[in-house]
């Protein structure tokens, strides 16, 4: 293993067409050990710390790839507007993208995601238009309303589960970032999906790295919250999903054109309660604070770990920091009317 230090060199030299600026600051992400899992199994396991991308998530990477791309192609003009449908963090990379092309952005949300994405939306100048949770198939589904509102308002429809300039971000950077950070010694990396860009990006991109090097490719693993089509899906070929989860951002009903041609290799199916033990451990053990996802993700890592034996090495993604939940994951009060582990600090 050489230089895990922090490489914040703009990851994206090289394909940006977009002018520096903020974007200069999204990926080039730090890969940190994240020794007390590492111990427990006898591998090494990391995570990629895409909490510090400048809008505070792994989202900063596909918002640039999508407005790069849109503006390579026309389909958004300078001085134009980005409508999207999201969980939120994409919302605030889009957003923070758009001000640093001199664009504007309108983000449709679902009113049931955390209070703190939507006053982080606000305060960064979003159009914000909260709508009701509605599955994908009802056409009152966040997705389907943003799409209408971009062909009213006349701007440009991100379309982030089926344009797949969000993988290719991932696969062009992140990929190559954690492939030169193991100096291609990984064996697995495991990843939730919302849209599928992050995984099928980097799984595609550390496929690209391996066979260039004449290596084998890397195990890719489905991380999935209860509640998700996707284990069923990779286990079974079959899209059903039962369950739920407190998780946001992640989770599936259905294989978007980002995941599609991905084929993970395995998946693992997290409760939040084996989530939650894994965030609090890396705030107490680690001194690192991050969102539900990256619980599910870290935890993915652990089980995989144990399933490849001591010795290897595996990556995951730290896609959001924990601040961003503050009222859920840390509210003693939430955890406790889901019957959910407390903190001992908090409870
Ligand atoms: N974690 C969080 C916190 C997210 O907001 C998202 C995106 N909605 C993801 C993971 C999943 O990333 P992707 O859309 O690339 O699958």
Same mark, same amino acid.
């Given at each position: 293993? =050489?230089?895990?230090?922090?490489?914040?060199?703009?990851?994206?030299?090289?394909?940006?067409?977009?002018?520096?600026?903020?974007?200069?600051?999204?990926?080039?992400?730090? !890969?940190?050990?994240?020794?007390?899992?590492?111990?427990?199994?006898?591998?090494?396991?990391?995570?990629?710390?895409? /909490?510090?991308?400048?809008?505070?998530?792994?989202?900063?990477?596909?918002?640039?790839?999508?407005?790069?791309?849109? !503006?390579?192609?026309?389909?958004?003009?300078?001085?134009? =507007?980005?409508?999207?449908?999201?969980?939120?963090? =994409?919302?605030?990379?889009?957003?923070?993208?758009?001000?640093?092309?001199?664009?504007?952005?309108?983000?449709?949300?679902?009113?049931?995601?955390?209070?703190?994405?939507? *006053? /982080?939306?606000?305060?960064?100048?979003?159009?914000?238009?909260?709508?009701?949770?509605?599955?994908?198939? *009802?056409?009152?589904?966040?997705?389907?309303? %943003?799409?209408?509102?971009?062909?009213?308002?006349?701007?440009?429809?991100?379309?982030?589960?089926?344009?797949?300039?969000?993988?290719?971000?991932?696969?062009?950077?992140?990929?190559?970032?954690?492939?030169?950070?193991? *100096?291609?010694?990984?064996?697995?990396?495991?990843?939730?999906?919302?849209?599928?860009?992050?995984?099928?990006?980097?799984?595609?991109?550390?496929?690209?790295?391996?066979?260039?090097?004449?290596?084998?490719?890397?195990?890719?693993?489905?991380? *999935?919250?209860?509640?998700?089509?996707?284990?069923?899906?990779?286990? %079974?070929?079959?899209?059903?999903?039962?369950?739920? %989860?407190?998780?946001?951002?992640?989770?599936?009903?259905?294989?978007?054109?980002?995941?599609?041609?991905?084929?993970?290799?395995?998946?693992?199916?997290?409760?939040?309660?084996?989530?939650?033990?894994?965030? /609090?451990?890396? =705030?107490?053990?680690?001194?690192?604070?991050?969102?539900?996802?990256?619980?599910?993700?870290?935890?993915?890592?652990?089980?995989?770990?144990?399933?490849?034996?001591?010795?290897?090495?595996?990556?995951?993604? !730290?896609?959001?920091?924990?601040?961003?939940?503050?009222?859920?994951? /840390?509210?003693?009060?939430? !955890?406790?009317?889901?019957?959910?582990?407390?903190?001992?600090?908090?409870?």
């Amino acid at each position: 293993m =050489t230089d895990l230090s922090p490489n914040r060199q703009a990851a994206t030299i090289g394909w940006q067409t977009v002018s520096p600026g903020m974007t200069a600051a999204i990926g080039g992400t730090p !890969l940190i050990r994240l020794e007390r899992a590492s111990q427990e199994t006898g591998c090494n396991i990391y995570g990629k710390a895409e /909490f510090m991308n400048p809008g505070g998530s792994v989202k900063d990477r596909a918002a640039l790839a999508i407005i790069n791309d849109a !503006l390579k192609s026309g389909a958004l003009k300078p001085g134009g =507007t980005v409508v999207e449908g999201t969980a939120g963090n =994409t919302g605030i990379g889009l957003t923070l993208v758009a001000h640093a092309v001199g664009c504007k952005a309108v983000i449709v949300v679902p009113e049931t995601q955390s209070r703190e994405k939507l *006053d /982080f939306l606000r305060m960064i100048g979003a159009d914000l238009r909260l709508v009701p949770a509605k599955p994908y198939r *009802d056409p009152g589904n966040y997705v389907h309303v %943003s799409r209408r509102l971009a062909e009213e308002i006349g701007g440009f429809w991100a379309n982030q589960f089926d344009n797949t300039a969000n993988r290719e971000g991932h696969r062009a950077t992140t990929a190559r970032e954690i492939w030169e950070q193991t *100096d291609g010694k990984i064996d697995a990396f495991t990843c939730a999906c919302g849209t599928g860009g992050t995984l099928a990006g980097i799984a595609l991109g550390l496929r690209d790295q391996a066979a260039a090097a004449g290596k084998a490719a890397p195990r890719v693993v489905l991380a *999935d919250p209860e509640g998700s089509a996707l284990y069923g899906w990779v286990k %079974s070929n079959d899209l059903t999903a039962t369950g739920n %989860s407190i998780t946001e951002g992640i989770g599936q009903g259905r294989v978007t054109a980002n995941l599609e041609g991905s084929a993970p290799d395995d998946a693992e199916r997290i409760p939040d309660a084996e989530a939650l033990e894994q965030i /609090f451990s890396l =705030t107490s053990n680690e001194g690192l604070s991050v969102g539900g996802s990256s619980g599910i993700n870290v935890a993915a890592a652990i089980r995989t770990a144990r399933r490849l034996g001591p010795g290897h090495t595996i990556v995951t993604i !730290l896609c959001d920091g924990g601040a961003r939940y503050q009222s859920k994951l /840390f509210n003693p009060e939430f !955890l406790r009317a889901k019957n959910l582990p407390v903190p001992p600090w908090l409870a």
